[in-house]
């Protein structure tokens, strides 16, 4: 299920304005074109905004969420249709003979469980041609930016068109690691609603992802640097291996 940020009409029409303007998507536009992938698969697309800029650039995109309130968003974005939006997940996928399939952000700590996450995995590497890849991101655990979030609870008040101005407020709620617990509080001063979102991730090891990629049928081909965020995400070049 997705979390109420994605999930809730509300949060989701405020989603983009206090995200910004996503410059680490540049890096995955990088990738895109080193790989010479035609056709992607964005797996986790929120409210669009890499999907619409890959198509932009000509090539076949296919953007899958669970969140059906940012799907809406997507695709108001994207008039002429040129995206097809799934609504759904890694294992709701057909085959779609897809060059690259990305997870941005936080897409592939969102999953709890050991099973969880291998079925993302196995529900991917069909929806990949042979030879496709699976390109996605994680914050370094040694990093620890669950400090850094404790220290700065990122209160933030934007006046956005049609809704006036909405407060944003983020606290970590638990730290068990290997998870990390954190809250939104979004106060709407138009009509004082105030709506919450609860997020956990999973800080998984550099050691313990490549393990689960070979485990599922995929060879690690790089881990590099977020070239935006030196020192605090890696992010993983893989290929299907059958």
């Known amino acids: 299920m997705a979390d109420a940020l994605f999930a809730h009409p509300r949060l989701a029409a405020v989603y983009d304005s ?11 536009l990088d990738i895109v074109a080193e790989l010479g992938a035609d056709h992607v698969l964005d797996l986790g697309c929120g409210t669009g905004c890499l999907s619409v800029r890959l198509a932009e650039s000509g090539r ?25 939006w799934l609504h759904g997940d890694a294992t709701t996928l ?26 993302v995995l196995q529900g991917v590497h069909p929806a990949l041609r042979p030879g496709g890849r699976l390109v996605f991101e994680i914050r370094r655990p ?9 220290a700065d609870p990122a ?25 990390v617990s954190f809250r939104y509080t979004y106060r709407f001063l138009a009509d004082g609603a105030v709506v919450t979102s609860d997020t956990t991730l999973w800080f998984r090891t550099r050691a313990e992802v490549e393990s689960s990629l070979v485990a599922e049928g995929y060879r690690v ?11 605090r995400e890696f992010v993983f070049i893989t290929e299907r291996t059958a």
């Open 18 to 28: 206090f995200d910004g303007d996503r410059e680490d998507l540049t890096a995955y």
């Open 60 to 84: 076949t995109v296919v953007g899958v969420d669970p969140a059906l309130a940012s799907l809406e968003i997507a695709k108001s974005k994207d008039p002429a249709g040129r995206v097809t």
């Open 94 to 119: 057909p085959a779609l003979g897809a060059d690259l399939a990305v997870m941005t952000g936080n897409v592939a700590q969102v999953f709890l469980t050991d099973r969880d996450w291998a079925q």
């Open 142 to 150: 040694e990093r620890r930016v669950w400090e850094d979030w404790v």
């Open 155 to 179: 209160r933030v008040a934007l006046e956005i068109p049609g809704l006036g101005t909405v407060e944003q407020r983020r606290e970590v709620t638990d730290v068990s690691l290997p998870f």
């Open 221 to 231: 081909l790089d881990v590099r640097e977020a070239p935006d965020r030196p020192g």
